[in-house]
């Protein structure tokens, strides 16, 4: 007989166990523990739903809730993630999808496989992105005279975020993702990034800026910032992220897979990635 419950701290080591079965060489027992107790979750809201036979963890989908404030208003956000079920319990995995396509609020899969892609688009899901803008960033496309600078002291940037932006910084604090803050004038924008491959070169991949418009303003010292520390001259930003904006050159990537989502009275230009599972697994 199988069920479906919420995920609980006691099931955390039997969920644990079973991602393992993804066999994923980058994401070890403990990152895949961290999707599981990610700071910002609410204690009345749980990480995920389990399938069980006879008391056993026999699948799961992880549910990385988070609140995301756009245009004035306020919205709950639901990021679906490593959806699994053990070999032996094939066919129970919609249960737990089930579940998840019920929860009322934007439901975003930002890292699914095709078939889920699919499959998701069946249930009403959408497009949410398709392509990362890839450029140079040693190449200069702002005017010289608008200086920008990057810091990456925990303290400093503490002290010059706003509150929203101290959210993310402690939220984000230990994972593996890369913080700074791009600072201009009297504006502060929070970045996060990951150096990760595209079209095989090294690439810092922009997930979330507070502040387009300081980020963009502050490009040059970005790229300047993530070439000296990371030895990285490519950043990637995704497409909706930019709002239209391009630099002078640049060229599409397709992301491997679309990411999809179906909103509730969100805008997808308004949806980062910093809440879902690519901060948290460092993908
Ligand atoms: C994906 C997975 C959890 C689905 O569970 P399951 O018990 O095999 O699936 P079910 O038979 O209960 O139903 C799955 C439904 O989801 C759909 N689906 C979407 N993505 C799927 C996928 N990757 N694999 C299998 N079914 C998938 C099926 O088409 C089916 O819909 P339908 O009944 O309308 O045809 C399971 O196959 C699994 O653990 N796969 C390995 C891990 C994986 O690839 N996870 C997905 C990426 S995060």
Redesign the pocket.
């Known amino acids: 007989m199988l069920d479906v419950r919420p995920a609980t701290d006691a099931m955390t080591d039997a969920i644990v166990a079973l991602l393992a079965k993804?066999q994923n060489p980058d994401i070890d027992a403990v990152r895949w523990r961290r999707l599981l107790t990610y700071p910002w979750r609410r204690p009345d809201e749980a990480p995920g739903f389990v399938l069980c036979a006879a008391e056993r963890v026999v699948?799961f989908l992880g549910t990385v809730h988070s609140t995301l404030r756009a245009a004035g208003e306020t919205h709950r956000v639901c990021h679906l993630?490593?959806?699994?079920?053990d070999a032996a319990?094939?066919?129970?995995?919609?249960?737990l999808?089930r579940e998840a396509l019920g929860l009322e609020r934007t439901l975003v899969n930002m890292t699914?496989?095709p078939?889920?892609a699919r499959?998701l688009v069946?249930q009403g899901f959408r497009t949410l992105e398709d392509r990362a803008i890839v450029f140079d960033g040693a190449r200069g496309w702002c005017p010289p005279w608008r200086r920008s600078r990057i810091v990456t002291d925990a303290d400093e940037m503490a002290a010059i975020l706003d509150a929203d932006g101290q959210r993310l910084l402690r939220d984000h604090y230990g994972y593996p993702c890369v913080q700074c803050v791009a600072v201009r004038g009297r504006s502060a924008c929070p970045v996060l990034y990951t150096i990760r491959p595209a079209g095989g070169t090294r690439t810092a991949w922009l997930h979330h800026a507070g502040d387009l418009a300081t980020f963009l303003a502050s490009l040059p010292a970005f790229a300047r910032h993530v070439a000296r520390v990371h030895g990285v001259d490519a950043i990637a930003v995704e497409s909706r992220m930019l709002r239209g904006w391009r630099p002078r050159r640049f060229r599409e990537q397709l992301l491997e897979t679309p990411r999809v989502y179906r909103a509730c009275g969100l805008a997808a230009e308004a949806i980062s990635n910093a809440y879902s599972e690519i901060p948290l697994l460092g993908l």
């Open positions: 993804f699948g993630a490593a959806w699994i079920t319990h094939r066919t129970g995995g919609a249960h999808m699914p496989v078939a889920l499959f069946t």
